[in-house]
């Protein structure tokens, strides 16, 4: 495995060296990343390299790499162009750009493929594995390292996208892998403090109740998104919830009450039927980050990854990006408000989804969720995840689920355990081969994937995906 470092690192300097001479050679590079937390973190943090590097930069954050972006590539006439977090799964569409030096830094299970004007750096060939070893942030992270040692504060952003991108879903709730570059990085240049502690939403920075209401990974049924509930259950624990007028978090309690919180909703969730692992989740390990502000959303790097996933997911992506590069004060409030919305929106769409029984489908390798009318194209994913993790659904089933785009396709995102997986199941080799075959666009990691597909082959995927589980699972 240590080779196996080592080449990495060697790749690593060679996309830093050829990004260096085309900064040098051009000035004004092109950046294109993915519309989420992890995305939002790796572009980032390549813009604010190539910017110390006495460059300009436009950073763009889309969705997906269709016909559509190729057009407007193409008609730009870029020479040179980098993908942050995106572009492993569509090799064969970026082979097409007549660009004379196409750069991808993600971690996303790559296509078998390659072109005379590709650099590609992907930890996959080295044998690690992008779905829990590092992301994609974390792989611009390593990148931009090689190029500088100044840029080791950006070493927090890579933290964030490891977070954002769910890569702490371990029994431990901690990051782990290639991942820990970054944090140690962080935590020697004195930006970075981890502990052990609750994992409820806005622990430094909101009143236990609303702390509470807004965890929703896992999503706790009749508590999540409900503040008055929260309320009345954490009122019965006879925890005091204000220091004089102030309202107190969840930093500022005791070990005991901490104790006392987490013995309460484990023998609630207990009652609902809820599997020991999913409970042992709300527990795990606290990345804050000392240089940030106190009693911020910033300070913590959950909450920091969740500005960003709720800016990437209600189409604020310029906001998440201010924040990436530095900004505080007014770009720190919107994103809050942002945020506020979007908790709100999932939880109420999580709620109708549970209560509304014809949505929900269990086929015999599959729980299917049609959101079709109901979930908007961009929450699917992040629905899924709380779906999958919720307790709700046979775990020893993936949960994949469906929603009509606003251009008339249908999107999917698909869930499973790290035990489907430890069995060889990939999702992201399943979400590809059955997109494909219905005419779509589809990839991935293992354990959660997704696709892009037309509607006229929806019944056809689903058999696809099915048929294709049942095989990995046999």
Known sequence: MCSSIQDLTRQCGEAARILREWVE????IPIFSHNDADGLAAGSIVAKAVHRLGGKFLLRIIPRIDDRFLDRHEKAGFKFCVFTEIGSGYLDMLGKL?????LVIDHHKPLPLDFPSLIHVNPHPYGFDGARDISGAGMCYLVVRELSRENVDLAPLAVVGALGDLQDKNEARTLQGLNLEAVKDAEANGLLEVSTDLLFYGRETRPLPQALATTLNPFIPG??????????????LDIPLKAGERWRTISDLTPDEKQKIFSEITIY?????FAQNTILSLLGGVYTFKKEDKWTPLRDGREYAALLNACAKMEKTGLGVALCLGERGKALEEAQAVLNDYRRTLGRTVTSLMEDKDRVKTLLKLTLIRGHGLVDENLISPIATILSGSGSFPPSKPLLALTNTRTGEVKASIRASQTLVDRSLNLGVIMQAAAEKVGGKGGGHNVAAGATIPPEGEESFVQ????????SLT
Request: with cysteine; net charge negative.
């Open 269 to 273: 969730l207990s009652s609902k039927g």
């Open 464 to 471: 696809l995906v099915e048929q294709m589980v049942g095989e």
């Open 25 to 28: 050679k051009e000035a004004f």
């Open 98 to 102: 007549s660009s004379e030096a196409v």
């Open 223 to 236: 508590l999540s998104g409900e503040e008055d509930r929260c309320l009345g259950f954490l009122s019965q």
